[in-house]
Protein backbone atom coordinates (compact mmCIF):
# COMPACT_ATOMS: atom_id res chain seq x y z
CA UNK A 1 0.00 0.00 0.00
CA UNK A 2 1.16 3.51 -0.59
CA UNK A 3 0.74 6.18 1.40
CA UNK A 4 -2.42 8.69 1.10
CA UNK A 5 -4.61 10.56 3.76
CA UNK A 6 -6.67 7.35 4.43
CA UNK A 7 -4.32 5.95 7.02
CA UNK A 8 -4.17 7.38 10.27
CA UNK A 9 -1.78 5.88 12.59
CA UNK A 10 0.12 5.59 15.95
CA UNK A 11 2.71 3.58 17.84
CA UNK A 12 2.96 2.35 21.39
CA UNK A 13 6.20 0.25 22.59
CA UNK A 14 6.93 -1.67 24.97
CA UNK A 15 10.36 -2.52 26.11
CA UNK A 16 12.18 -4.44 28.91
CA UNK A 17 14.74 -3.08 30.86
CA UNK A 18 17.80 -4.84 31.70
CA UNK A 19 17.61 -3.71 35.84
CA UNK A 20 16.11 -5.70 38.73
CA UNK A 21 12.30 -5.85 38.78
CA UNK A 22 10.45 -2.21 39.19
CA UNK A 23 8.86 -2.91 42.77
CA UNK A 24 10.95 -5.05 44.68
CA UNK A 25 14.74 -6.31 45.04
CA UNK A 26 14.32 -9.68 42.61
CA UNK A 27 16.42 -10.08 39.70
CA UNK A 28 14.26 -9.87 36.28
CA UNK A 29 14.64 -13.10 33.60
CA UNK A 30 12.50 -15.92 32.92
CA UNK A 31 12.69 -19.41 34.34
CA UNK A 32 11.54 -22.35 32.53
CA UNK A 33 9.99 -23.92 36.32
CA UNK A 34 7.55 -22.85 38.37
CA UNK A 35 6.30 -23.45 42.12
CA UNK A 36 3.02 -23.10 43.67
CA UNK A 37 -0.44 -22.37 42.02
CA UNK A 38 -2.15 -19.77 43.54
CA UNK A 39 -5.90 -19.47 42.90
CA UNK A 40 -7.48 -16.16 42.24
CA UNK A 41 -10.25 -14.55 40.32
CA UNK A 42 -10.32 -10.75 39.82
CA UNK A 43 -13.29 -8.32 39.56
CA UNK A 44 -13.03 -4.37 37.31
CA UNK A 45 -12.95 -1.80 39.55
CA UNK A 46 -13.86 1.61 39.28
CA UNK A 47 -11.31 3.84 37.95
CA UNK A 48 -11.22 7.38 38.86
CA UNK A 49 -13.90 8.83 37.14
CA UNK A 50 -16.57 6.41 38.70
CA UNK A 51 -17.28 4.06 35.71
CA UNK A 52 -15.98 0.87 35.17
CA UNK A 53 -13.89 0.38 32.04
CA UNK A 54 -15.70 -1.69 29.12
CA UNK A 55 -12.42 -3.94 28.17
CA UNK A 56 -12.46 -4.63 32.19
CA UNK A 57 -16.03 -6.12 32.15
CA UNK A 58 -15.62 -7.93 29.17
CA UNK A 59 -12.78 -9.59 30.86
CA UNK A 60 -14.56 -10.57 33.65
CA UNK A 61 -17.68 -11.82 32.17
CA UNK A 62 -15.09 -14.75 30.73
CA UNK A 63 -15.79 -16.15 34.27
CA UNK A 64 -11.82 -17.15 34.02
CA UNK A 65 -10.11 -18.21 37.24
CA UNK A 66 -6.35 -17.46 37.19
CA UNK A 67 -3.59 -19.65 39.06
CA UNK A 68 -0.18 -17.95 39.65
CA UNK A 69 3.08 -20.11 39.50
CA UNK A 70 6.48 -18.73 41.55
CA UNK A 71 9.37 -18.73 40.34
CA UNK A 72 12.61 -19.02 42.57
CA UNK A 73 15.17 -16.26 43.07
CA UNK A 74 12.31 -14.26 40.52
CA UNK A 75 9.32 -13.41 42.02
CA UNK A 76 8.18 -12.67 45.62
CA UNK A 77 5.26 -11.53 48.12
CA UNK A 78 5.76 -8.06 46.20
CA UNK A 79 4.51 -10.02 42.78
CA UNK A 80 2.02 -11.91 44.75
CA UNK A 81 0.50 -8.65 45.60
CA UNK A 82 0.69 -9.91 49.49
CA UNK A 83 3.16 -7.29 49.83
CA UNK A 84 3.28 -3.76 49.41
CA UNK A 85 5.42 -2.54 46.70
CA UNK A 86 9.22 -0.85 47.07
CA UNK A 87 10.74 1.51 44.72
CA UNK A 88 11.10 2.52 41.92
CA UNK A 89 14.08 0.86 41.05
CA UNK A 90 16.45 3.77 40.66
CA UNK A 91 18.34 2.78 37.58
CA UNK A 92 14.71 1.50 35.75
CA UNK A 93 13.57 5.85 36.18
CA UNK A 94 17.08 6.71 35.60
CA UNK A 95 16.78 5.11 31.64
CA UNK A 96 13.23 6.39 31.74
CA UNK A 97 14.75 9.99 32.05
CA UNK A 98 17.26 9.07 29.98
CA UNK A 99 15.65 8.08 26.92
CA UNK A 100 13.35 10.67 27.66
CA UNK A 101 16.45 13.15 27.08
CA UNK A 102 16.84 11.47 24.06
CA UNK A 103 13.24 11.73 22.65
CA UNK A 104 13.33 15.92 23.15
CA UNK A 105 10.86 15.18 25.41
CA UNK A 106 9.56 17.46 28.71
CA UNK A 107 10.27 15.75 31.61
CA UNK A 108 7.62 16.27 34.57
CA UNK A 109 8.56 17.57 38.00
CA UNK A 110 7.29 14.64 39.85
CA UNK A 111 6.67 10.92 38.56
CA UNK A 112 3.36 9.58 39.71
CA UNK A 113 2.37 6.23 39.70
CA UNK A 114 -1.19 5.29 38.91
CA UNK A 115 -3.15 1.99 38.86
CA UNK A 116 -4.50 0.34 35.18
CA UNK A 117 -7.10 -1.74 35.77
CA UNK A 118 -6.24 -5.21 34.17
CA UNK A 119 -8.48 -8.10 34.87
CA UNK A 120 -7.14 -10.94 32.69
CA UNK A 121 -4.87 -12.32 34.91
CA UNK A 122 -1.67 -10.83 34.02
CA UNK A 123 -1.79 -8.95 37.07
CA UNK A 124 -1.90 -10.71 40.25
CA UNK A 125 -4.05 -7.61 42.19
CA UNK A 126 -6.17 -6.79 38.60
CA UNK A 127 -4.10 -3.82 37.85
CA UNK A 128 -0.94 -2.57 36.22
CA UNK A 129 1.41 -0.07 38.00
CA UNK A 130 2.15 3.06 35.43
CA UNK A 131 3.89 6.22 35.80
CA UNK A 132 4.02 9.06 33.32
CA UNK A 133 7.65 10.24 32.69
CA UNK A 134 7.80 12.78 29.58
CA UNK A 135 5.58 14.70 27.06
CA UNK A 136 6.27 16.22 23.85
CA UNK A 137 8.99 14.52 21.98
CA UNK A 138 9.50 13.76 19.20
CA UNK A 139 11.90 11.44 16.62
CA UNK A 140 13.04 11.85 13.20
CA UNK A 141 12.53 9.28 10.32
CA UNK A 142 12.94 9.71 6.67
CA UNK A 143 13.16 13.16 7.19
CA UNK A 144 10.00 13.62 8.91
CA UNK A 145 9.29 14.29 12.46
CA UNK A 146 6.82 12.01 14.15
CA UNK A 147 5.57 13.10 17.82
CA UNK A 148 5.89 11.39 20.99
CA UNK A 149 3.01 11.87 23.22
CA UNK A 150 4.09 10.16 26.05
CA UNK A 151 6.66 8.09 27.84
CA UNK A 152 6.04 5.77 30.74
CA UNK A 153 7.72 3.89 33.09
CA UNK A 154 5.27 0.54 33.81
CA UNK A 155 5.57 -2.91 35.42
CA UNK A 156 5.49 -5.85 32.85
CA UNK A 157 2.62 -8.43 33.22
CA UNK A 158 3.09 -11.88 34.26
CA UNK A 159 3.45 -14.89 31.39
CA UNK A 160 0.69 -16.99 30.29
CA UNK A 161 1.65 -20.74 30.93
CA UNK A 162 -1.21 -22.83 30.43
CA UNK A 163 -5.13 -22.53 29.71
CA UNK A 164 -7.85 -25.27 29.82
CA UNK A 165 -11.31 -25.62 31.14
CA UNK A 166 -12.15 -21.83 31.89
CA UNK A 167 -8.60 -21.54 33.61
CA UNK A 168 -5.06 -19.77 33.23
CA UNK A 169 -1.84 -20.46 34.65
CA UNK A 170 0.51 -17.49 34.62
CA UNK A 171 4.56 -17.44 35.73
CA UNK A 172 5.19 -14.59 37.98
CA UNK A 173 8.72 -14.39 36.79
CA UNK A 174 7.84 -11.42 34.26
CA UNK A 175 5.67 -9.26 36.22
CA UNK A 176 7.23 -6.55 37.48
CA UNK A 177 10.04 -6.13 35.40
CA UNK A 178 9.99 -2.92 34.30
CA UNK A 179 9.11 -1.22 30.73
CA UNK A 180 9.41 1.95 28.89
CA UNK A 181 6.21 2.39 27.08
CA UNK A 182 6.18 5.37 23.92
CA UNK A 183 3.28 6.37 22.34
CA UNK A 184 4.04 8.15 19.00
CA UNK A 185 1.30 11.00 17.99
CA UNK A 186 -0.90 9.84 15.01
CA UNK A 187 1.46 10.42 12.43
CA UNK A 188 2.37 7.72 10.78
CA UNK A 189 1.40 7.76 7.43
CA UNK A 190 2.52 4.88 5.76
CA UNK A 191 2.64 1.08 6.63
CA UNK A 192 6.26 1.02 6.00
CA UNK A 193 6.64 4.50 7.97
CA UNK A 194 5.17 2.41 10.99
CA UNK A 195 7.92 0.10 11.01
CA UNK A 196 10.70 2.68 10.18
CA UNK A 197 8.96 4.73 13.57
CA UNK A 198 9.28 1.45 15.55
CA UNK A 199 12.99 0.71 13.97
CA UNK A 200 14.20 4.46 14.91
CA UNK A 201 12.73 3.81 19.19
CA UNK A 202 14.02 0.67 18.93
CA UNK A 203 17.82 1.74 18.19
CA UNK A 204 17.14 5.01 20.40
CA UNK A 205 16.28 2.42 23.47
CA UNK A 206 18.91 0.51 23.06
CA UNK A 207 21.55 2.58 22.91
CA UNK A 208 20.67 3.29 26.35
CA UNK A 209 22.50 -0.15 27.12
CA UNK A 210 20.15 -0.77 29.37
CA UNK A 211 17.34 -2.78 27.86
CA UNK A 212 16.63 -6.58 27.38
CA UNK A 213 17.21 -8.09 23.71
CA UNK A 214 15.18 -10.93 22.46
CA UNK A 215 11.97 -12.46 21.58
CA UNK A 216 9.21 -11.08 23.70
CA UNK A 217 11.49 -8.52 24.59
CA UNK A 218 9.98 -5.44 22.88
CA UNK A 219 6.34 -4.88 21.91
CA UNK A 220 4.77 -2.67 19.56
CA UNK A 221 1.10 -1.67 19.43
CA UNK A 222 -0.40 -0.64 16.63
CA UNK A 223 -3.49 2.12 16.56
CA UNK A 224 -4.97 2.60 13.20
CA UNK A 225 -8.04 4.53 11.56
CA UNK A 226 -8.78 5.21 8.33
CA UNK A 227 -11.88 8.42 7.69
CA UNK A 228 -14.81 7.32 8.66
CA UNK A 229 -13.83 4.45 10.75
CA UNK A 230 -12.65 3.86 14.39
CA UNK A 231 -9.45 3.53 16.26
CA UNK A 232 -8.41 0.09 16.61
CA UNK A 233 -5.51 -1.15 18.64
CA UNK A 234 -3.33 -4.54 17.56
CA UNK A 235 -1.49 -5.47 20.75
CA UNK A 236 1.68 -7.04 21.09
CA UNK A 237 2.92 -7.51 17.72
CA UNK A 238 6.91 -8.62 18.14
CA UNK A 239 8.06 -9.24 14.61
CA UNK A 240 9.02 -5.97 13.35
CA UNK A 241 8.64 -7.40 9.91
CA UNK A 242 5.18 -7.80 9.50
CA UNK A 243 4.30 -4.34 11.22
CA UNK A 244 3.60 -2.90 7.51
CA UNK A 245 1.27 -5.86 7.26
CA UNK A 246 -0.72 -5.69 10.02
CA UNK A 247 -1.45 -1.90 9.20
CA UNK A 248 -2.00 -2.54 5.76
CA UNK A 249 -4.43 -5.55 6.54
CA UNK A 250 -6.05 -3.35 9.26
CA UNK A 251 -6.70 -0.64 6.21
CA UNK A 252 -8.27 -3.13 3.78
CA UNK A 253 -10.66 -4.64 7.15
CA UNK A 254 -11.53 -1.10 7.90
CA UNK A 255 -12.34 -0.30 4.38
CA UNK A 256 -13.95 -3.56 4.17
CA UNK A 257 -16.25 -2.88 6.72
CA UNK A 258 -17.48 0.55 5.70
CA UNK A 259 -18.78 -1.11 2.21
CA UNK A 260 -20.70 -3.89 4.62
CA UNK A 261 -22.36 -0.68 6.75
CA UNK A 262 -23.22 0.95 3.48
CA UNK A 263 -24.84 -2.14 2.08
CA UNK A 264 -26.72 -2.20 5.26
CA UNK A 265 -28.10 1.05 5.59
CA UNK A 266 -28.76 1.08 1.52
CA UNK A 267 -30.82 -1.87 2.33
CA UNK A 268 -32.63 -0.24 5.35
CA UNK A 269 -31.60 -3.42 7.81
CA UNK A 270 -32.59 -2.77 11.18
CA UNK A 271 -30.63 -4.35 14.63
CA UNK A 272 -31.44 -7.86 14.36
CA UNK A 273 -33.14 -9.58 17.49
CA UNK A 274 -31.29 -12.04 19.75
CA UNK A 275 -34.79 -14.40 19.56
CA UNK A 276 -32.89 -17.93 19.94
CA UNK A 277 -34.13 -21.04 18.52
CA UNK A 278 -33.45 -24.90 19.41
CA UNK A 279 -33.06 -26.39 16.34
CA UNK A 280 -31.40 -29.48 17.31
CA UNK A 281 -34.16 -31.94 16.23
CA UNK A 282 -33.49 -30.33 12.36
CA UNK A 283 -29.93 -31.54 12.49
CA UNK A 284 -30.59 -35.36 13.66
CA UNK A 285 -30.09 -37.29 10.96
CA UNK A 286 -26.92 -34.74 10.12
CA UNK A 287 -23.52 -36.23 8.86
CA UNK A 288 -21.49 -32.82 9.90
CA UNK A 289 -18.37 -33.34 12.28
CA UNK A 290 -18.90 -30.24 13.60
CA UNK A 291 -23.07 -31.37 14.40
CA UNK A 292 -22.13 -34.58 15.30
CA UNK A 293 -19.44 -33.88 17.69
CA UNK A 294 -21.73 -30.99 19.44
CA UNK A 295 -24.76 -33.66 19.81
CA UNK A 296 -22.61 -36.52 21.13
CA UNK A 297 -21.39 -34.34 24.00
CA UNK A 298 -25.51 -33.45 24.39
CA UNK A 299 -24.79 -29.97 23.11
CA UNK A 300 -27.74 -28.22 20.93
CA UNK A 301 -27.90 -26.83 17.48
CA UNK A 302 -29.03 -23.81 18.51
CA UNK A 303 -30.41 -20.57 15.55
CA UNK A 304 -30.64 -16.93 15.23
CA UNK A 305 -32.09 -14.89 12.30
CA UNK A 306 -30.49 -11.72 11.03
CA UNK A 307 -32.54 -10.15 8.63
CA UNK A 308 -31.16 -8.24 6.26
CA UNK A 309 -27.80 -9.49 6.20
CA UNK A 310 -27.40 -11.55 3.65
CA UNK A 311 -24.44 -11.25 1.22
CA UNK A 312 -22.39 -9.54 3.49
CA UNK A 313 -20.99 -11.87 5.66
CA UNK A 314 -18.84 -13.62 3.06
CA UNK A 315 -19.92 -12.65 -0.28
CA UNK A 316 -18.31 -9.97 -3.31
CA UNK A 317 -16.42 -12.95 -4.32
CA UNK A 318 -15.10 -13.37 -0.29
CA UNK A 319 -14.12 -9.59 -0.23
CA UNK A 320 -16.92 -8.96 2.51
CA UNK A 321 -16.36 -10.80 5.63
CA UNK A 322 -18.41 -9.53 8.89
CA UNK A 323 -19.31 -13.03 9.04
CA UNK A 324 -15.46 -14.01 10.16
CA UNK A 325 -15.70 -10.64 12.50
CA UNK A 326 -19.02 -12.38 13.98
CA UNK A 327 -17.06 -15.58 14.41
CA UNK A 328 -14.41 -14.07 16.21
CA UNK A 329 -16.48 -12.57 18.78
CA UNK A 330 -18.43 -15.84 19.32
CA UNK A 331 -15.09 -17.45 19.86
CA UNK A 332 -14.53 -15.21 23.07
CA UNK A 333 -17.41 -16.97 24.92
CA UNK A 334 -15.84 -20.30 24.78
CA UNK A 335 -17.01 -22.34 21.35
CA UNK A 336 -15.23 -23.03 18.40
CA UNK A 337 -17.34 -20.92 15.82
CA UNK A 338 -20.08 -20.65 14.40
CA UNK A 339 -21.90 -21.26 10.82
CA UNK A 340 -23.77 -18.48 8.69
CA UNK A 341 -25.88 -18.74 5.96
CA UNK A 342 -23.76 -16.90 3.30
CA UNK A 343 -21.26 -19.84 3.50
CA UNK A 344 -23.93 -22.29 3.39
CA UNK A 345 -24.73 -25.40 2.16
CA UNK A 346 -20.70 -26.51 3.64
CA UNK A 347 -19.07 -28.13 6.14
CA UNK A 348 -21.38 -31.75 6.00
CA UNK A 349 -24.41 -29.12 6.02
CA UNK A 350 -26.08 -30.13 3.22
CA UNK A 351 -28.89 -27.79 1.31
CA UNK A 352 -32.02 -29.81 2.81
CA UNK A 353 -30.71 -28.46 6.07
CA UNK A 354 -30.50 -24.66 5.25
CA UNK A 355 -34.24 -25.02 3.41
CA UNK A 356 -35.39 -26.26 6.48
CA UNK A 357 -33.31 -23.25 8.58
CA UNK A 358 -34.70 -20.25 6.67
CA UNK A 359 -38.62 -21.78 6.87
CA UNK A 360 -38.10 -22.56 10.24
CA UNK A 361 -36.65 -19.18 11.04
CA UNK A 362 -39.55 -17.78 8.61
CA UNK A 363 -36.75 -16.34 6.62
CA UNK A 364 -38.82 -15.27 3.14
CA UNK A 365 -36.35 -12.46 1.89
CA UNK A 366 -33.58 -13.02 -0.17
CA UNK A 367 -31.70 -10.08 1.95
CA UNK A 368 -32.31 -12.48 4.96
CA UNK A 369 -29.67 -14.63 6.49
CA UNK A 370 -29.21 -16.41 9.58
CA UNK A 371 -26.36 -17.94 12.48
CA UNK A 372 -26.57 -21.14 13.89
CA UNK A 373 -24.12 -22.47 16.69
CA UNK A 374 -23.36 -25.99 18.04
CA UNK A 375 -22.23 -26.39 21.53
CA UNK A 376 -23.50 -27.01 24.97
CA UNK A 377 -26.90 -25.08 25.28
CA UNK A 378 -25.62 -22.04 27.51
CA UNK A 379 -21.84 -21.42 25.76
CA UNK A 380 -23.91 -21.52 22.36
CA UNK A 381 -26.77 -18.79 23.47
CA UNK A 382 -23.79 -16.79 24.43
CA UNK A 383 -21.88 -17.43 21.47
CA UNK A 384 -25.11 -16.24 19.11
CA UNK A 385 -25.91 -13.29 21.01
CA UNK A 386 -21.79 -12.36 21.17
CA UNK A 387 -22.46 -12.93 16.92
CA UNK A 388 -25.75 -10.61 16.79
CA UNK A 389 -24.47 -7.78 19.03
CA UNK A 390 -21.56 -7.83 16.20
CA UNK A 391 -23.89 -7.69 13.33
CA UNK A 392 -25.39 -5.00 14.96
CA UNK A 393 -22.35 -3.24 15.22
CA UNK A 394 -21.82 -3.22 11.50
CA UNK A 395 -24.86 -0.84 10.99
CA UNK A 396 -22.91 2.10 12.50
CA UNK A 397 -19.70 0.89 10.92
CA UNK A 398 -16.34 0.15 12.51
CA UNK A 399 -16.44 -0.99 16.49
CA UNK A 400 -13.62 0.61 18.44
CA UNK A 401 -11.54 -2.80 19.74
CA UNK A 402 -8.26 -4.53 20.70
CA UNK A 403 -6.94 -7.22 18.35
CA UNK A 404 -4.47 -9.91 18.39
CA UNK A 405 -1.69 -10.06 15.77
CA UNK A 406 -1.45 -12.97 13.89
CA UNK A 407 1.36 -14.84 12.72
CA UNK A 408 0.45 -13.86 8.97
CA UNK A 409 -0.03 -10.43 9.24
CA UNK A 410 -3.33 -10.11 9.97
CA UNK A 411 -5.40 -10.05 13.68
CA UNK A 412 -8.29 -11.25 15.48
CA UNK A 413 -10.96 -10.01 17.59
CA UNK A 414 -9.68 -9.50 21.50
CA UNK A 415 -11.94 -6.77 23.72
CA UNK A 416 -13.01 -3.96 23.33
CA UNK A 417 -11.00 -0.73 23.28
CA UNK A 418 -10.49 0.12 26.92
CA UNK A 419 -11.12 3.80 28.11
CA UNK A 420 -10.21 5.96 30.78
CA UNK A 421 -12.04 4.36 33.15
CA UNK A 422 -9.26 2.13 33.96
CA UNK A 423 -7.18 4.72 35.97
CA UNK A 424 -6.89 5.49 39.37
CA UNK A 425 -4.18 6.80 41.32
CA UNK A 426 -1.27 4.06 43.10
CA UNK A 427 -1.58 5.03 46.95
CA UNK A 428 1.36 2.65 47.88
CA UNK A 429 4.32 3.85 45.81
CA UNK A 430 5.38 7.65 47.03
CA UNK A 431 6.02 10.41 44.11
CA UNK A 432 9.70 10.46 42.64
CA UNK A 433 10.70 14.60 42.53
CA UNK A 434 12.96 14.78 39.26
CA UNK A 435 15.20 18.05 40.52
CA UNK A 436 16.73 20.18 38.22
CA UNK A 437 20.25 18.84 39.48
CA UNK A 438 19.40 15.39 38.27
CA UNK A 439 18.48 16.27 34.53
CA UNK A 440 21.43 18.21 34.19
CA UNK A 441 23.13 15.17 35.41
CA UNK A 442 21.39 13.67 32.97
CA UNK A 443 22.13 15.55 30.26
CA UNK A 444 25.80 15.81 30.47
CA UNK A 445 26.19 11.97 29.93
CA UNK A 446 23.34 10.85 27.12
CA UNK A 447 25.04 7.73 25.01
CA UNK A 448 25.76 7.91 21.87
CA UNK A 449 22.95 8.20 18.94
CA UNK A 450 22.59 5.44 16.87
CA UNK A 451 24.12 7.58 14.18
CA UNK A 452 27.21 8.74 15.71
CA UNK A 453 27.73 4.97 16.72
CA UNK A 454 27.25 4.10 12.86
CA UNK A 455 30.39 6.42 12.05
CA UNK A 456 32.54 5.02 14.50
CA UNK A 457 31.76 1.53 13.24
CA UNK A 458 32.78 2.88 9.88
CA UNK A 459 36.28 4.85 11.37
CA UNK A 460 37.24 2.16 13.94
CA UNK A 461 36.75 -0.97 12.10
CA UNK A 462 36.55 -0.25 8.19
CA UNK A 463 32.85 -1.50 7.28
CA UNK A 464 30.77 0.62 4.76
CA UNK A 465 28.18 2.96 5.25
CA UNK A 466 25.77 0.65 4.38
CA UNK A 467 27.10 -2.54 6.82
CA UNK A 468 27.53 0.06 9.61
CA UNK A 469 24.08 1.08 9.21
CA UNK A 470 22.58 -2.67 9.35
CA UNK A 471 25.32 -3.76 12.12
CA UNK A 472 23.41 -0.75 14.61
CA UNK A 473 19.73 -1.38 13.06
CA UNK A 474 19.52 -4.98 13.82
CA UNK A 475 21.17 -4.50 17.14
CA UNK A 476 24.52 -6.21 16.49
CA UNK A 477 26.55 -3.20 16.85
CA UNK A 478 28.02 -3.51 20.59
CA UNK A 479 28.60 -7.60 20.10
CA UNK A 480 30.06 -6.92 16.47
CA UNK A 481 32.55 -3.73 18.02
CA UNK A 482 33.20 -6.60 20.83
CA UNK A 483 34.14 -9.46 19.12
CA UNK A 484 36.26 -7.07 16.59
CA UNK A 485 38.00 -5.41 19.47
CA UNK A 486 38.85 -9.19 20.36
CA UNK A 487 39.96 -10.87 17.36
CA UNK A 488 41.50 -8.26 15.14
CA UNK A 489 41.65 -8.49 11.28
CA UNK A 490 38.31 -10.40 11.75
CA UNK A 491 36.31 -7.26 11.50
CA UNK A 492 35.03 -8.68 7.62
CA UNK A 493 34.09 -12.06 8.86
CA UNK A 494 32.76 -10.76 11.76
CA UNK A 495 30.54 -8.54 9.55
CA UNK A 496 29.64 -10.96 7.25
CA UNK A 497 28.42 -13.44 9.94
CA UNK A 498 25.95 -11.13 11.75
CA UNK A 499 24.22 -9.53 8.43
CA UNK A 500 24.60 -12.28 5.67
CA UNK A 501 25.06 -15.56 7.89
CA UNK A 502 22.51 -15.23 10.33
CA UNK A 503 19.52 -14.17 7.69
CA UNK A 504 20.86 -17.32 5.92
CA UNK A 505 20.27 -19.70 8.47
CA UNK A 506 16.55 -17.68 9.30
CA UNK A 507 15.50 -18.40 5.69
CA UNK A 508 16.87 -21.78 6.43
CA UNK A 509 14.59 -21.94 9.35
CA UNK A 510 17.40 -21.76 12.18
CA UNK A 511 16.57 -20.04 15.52
CA UNK A 512 19.35 -17.84 15.58
CA UNK A 513 18.50 -16.09 18.53
CA UNK A 514 19.12 -19.60 20.54
CA UNK A 515 23.41 -18.86 19.67
CA UNK A 516 24.18 -16.69 22.69
CA UNK A 517 26.33 -13.87 22.33
CA UNK A 518 29.06 -16.02 24.46
CA UNK A 519 28.47 -19.17 21.99
CA UNK A 520 29.21 -16.96 19.09
CA UNK A 521 32.40 -15.33 20.65
CA UNK A 522 33.31 -19.01 21.46
CA UNK A 523 33.08 -19.12 17.50
CA UNK A 524 35.06 -16.22 16.10
CA UNK A 525 37.45 -17.87 18.83
CA UNK A 526 37.98 -21.27 17.08
CA UNK A 527 38.23 -19.91 13.60
CA UNK A 528 40.74 -17.39 14.58
CA UNK A 529 42.83 -20.35 16.34
CA UNK A 530 42.45 -21.90 12.67
CA UNK A 531 40.11 -24.65 14.20
CA UNK A 532 37.78 -24.96 11.12
CA UNK A 533 37.99 -22.74 7.67
CA UNK A 534 35.96 -19.98 7.63
CA UNK A 535 33.56 -21.37 4.83
CA UNK A 536 32.40 -23.71 7.38
CA UNK A 537 31.15 -20.94 9.78
CA UNK A 538 27.77 -21.37 8.60
CA UNK A 539 27.76 -25.26 9.59
CA UNK A 540 29.03 -24.34 12.59
CA UNK A 541 26.80 -21.72 14.20
CA UNK A 542 23.82 -24.34 12.47
CA UNK A 543 25.02 -26.87 14.61
CA UNK A 544 25.56 -24.56 18.08
CA UNK A 545 21.70 -23.07 17.40
CA UNK A 546 20.82 -26.64 17.77
CA UNK A 547 22.50 -26.67 21.32
CA UNK A 548 26.02 -28.46 20.76
CA UNK A 549 28.91 -26.37 22.41
CA UNK A 550 30.94 -24.73 20.22
CA UNK A 551 33.94 -26.53 21.15
CA UNK A 552 32.76 -29.43 20.21
CA UNK A 553 30.40 -27.98 16.82
CA UNK A 554 33.81 -28.27 14.36
CA UNK A 555 34.37 -31.98 15.52
CA UNK A 556 30.54 -33.39 15.46
CA UNK A 557 30.75 -32.05 11.95
CA UNK A 558 33.82 -33.43 10.69
CA UNK A 559 35.38 -30.02 9.93
CA UNK A 560 38.73 -30.16 11.80
CA UNK A 561 41.63 -28.32 9.83
CA UNK A 562 43.39 -30.09 7.88
CA UNK A 563 47.40 -30.03 7.57
CA UNK A 564 48.80 -28.47 4.19
CA UNK A 565 50.50 -32.15 3.46
CA UNK A 566 46.47 -33.48 3.79
CA UNK A 567 45.35 -30.71 1.63
CA UNK A 568 47.66 -31.33 -1.58
CA UNK A 569 47.55 -34.81 -1.80
CA UNK A 570 43.65 -34.15 -2.14
CA UNK A 571 43.94 -31.57 -4.71
CA UNK A 572 46.88 -33.47 -6.58
CA UNK A 573 44.18 -36.21 -6.87
CA UNK A 574 41.54 -34.00 -8.27
CA UNK A 575 44.06 -32.44 -10.69
CA UNK A 576 45.07 -36.16 -11.46
CA UNK A 577 41.38 -37.02 -12.63
CA UNK A 578 41.54 -33.77 -14.90
CA UNK A 579 44.99 -33.82 -16.18
CA UNK A 580 43.62 -33.45 -19.68
CA UNK A 581 41.50 -30.37 -18.43
CA UNK A 582 44.68 -28.66 -16.69
CA UNK A 583 46.89 -28.97 -19.25
CA UNK A 584 44.97 -27.95 -22.17
CA UNK A 585 44.13 -24.21 -19.57
CA UNK A 586 46.93 -24.27 -17.45
CA UNK A 587 46.74 -21.98 -14.89
CA UNK A 588 43.37 -20.62 -15.88
CA UNK A 589 42.20 -24.61 -14.66
CA UNK A 590 42.01 -22.79 -11.09
CA UNK A 591 38.84 -20.53 -11.09
CA UNK A 592 36.48 -24.07 -12.81
CA UNK A 593 38.84 -26.47 -10.12
CA UNK A 594 38.20 -24.08 -6.99
CA UNK A 595 34.54 -25.67 -6.51
CA UNK A 596 35.24 -29.18 -7.03
CA UNK A 597 38.58 -28.76 -4.27
CA UNK A 598 36.54 -26.83 -2.05
CA UNK A 599 33.91 -29.58 -1.60
CA UNK A 600 36.55 -32.04 -1.42
CA UNK A 601 38.46 -29.76 1.64
CA UNK A 602 35.04 -29.21 3.37
CA UNK A 603 35.38 -26.82 5.46
CA UNK A 604 38.70 -27.85 6.63
CA UNK A 605 41.30 -25.45 4.88
CA UNK A 606 40.57 -21.74 4.17
CA UNK A 607 39.59 -20.40 0.77
CA UNK A 608 42.83 -18.43 0.30
CA UNK A 609 45.07 -20.88 1.61
CA UNK A 610 43.11 -23.67 -0.84
CA UNK A 611 43.53 -21.30 -4.13
CA UNK A 612 47.20 -21.02 -3.07
CA UNK A 613 47.80 -24.67 -2.89
CA UNK A 614 45.04 -25.79 -6.21
CA UNK A 615 47.58 -22.85 -7.73
CA UNK A 616 50.70 -24.64 -6.52
CA UNK A 617 49.58 -27.63 -7.28
CA UNK A 618 48.96 -26.62 -10.88
CA UNK A 619 51.90 -25.50 -11.13
CA UNK A 620 53.93 -28.27 -10.40
CA UNK A 621 51.33 -30.40 -12.87
CA UNK A 622 52.25 -27.87 -16.29
CA UNK A 623 55.90 -27.76 -15.64
Same mark, same amino acid.
Given at each position: MKGSPELVCGIEIHQQLSTRKLFCSCESHLCDEGNGAYFRKLRPTTGETGEIDRAALAQY???????????????? $????D? &???? @? !? +????? =?? *???????????????????????????????????????????????????????????????????EKDGE??????? $?????? &???? @? !? +????? =?? *??????????????????KRGIGTIREDLNISIPGGARVEIKGAQELRLLPD?????????????AVKEILNERGTVPADTDIEDVTDIFTDSES????????????????????????????????????????????????????????????????????????????????????????EKKARSALAAAVE??????????????????DGTSKYSRPLPGAARMYPETDVPPKEITDEKLKQIRASLPELP???????????????????????QDFAELFERACNTYIDMSAVIAT????????????????????????????????????????????????????????????????SMNDREAERIIDSILKEREEFVRSKGKAAAGPLMGPVMESLRGKVDGKKASQLLSEAIARMIG
Open positions: KKGIGFRYQMAEGVSC $LVDLE &EPPN @G !P +DPEAL =ET *ALVFSEMLHARIADEIHFMRKVVVDGSNTGGYQRTALVSTGGWVEVNGRKISILSVCLEEDAARKIEITYRLDR $LGIPLI &EVAT @G !P +DIRTP =EE *AMETALRIGTLLRATRRVYVSNEVTRQKMLLKVITGALSSKGKVLAVRLPGFAGVMKGDGGKLRLGAEMAQRARTRGVKGIFHSDELPAYGIEQRYVDSLRERLGLDGSDDAFAICAAPRANEALGGIPEETRDPLPEETEARLITDHGVNRQQARQLVRTFLNTYSELEKAGVDTSSISEADVMAVFSLLSESKFAKEALPDVLKEVASGTPPEKAPGKLGLE
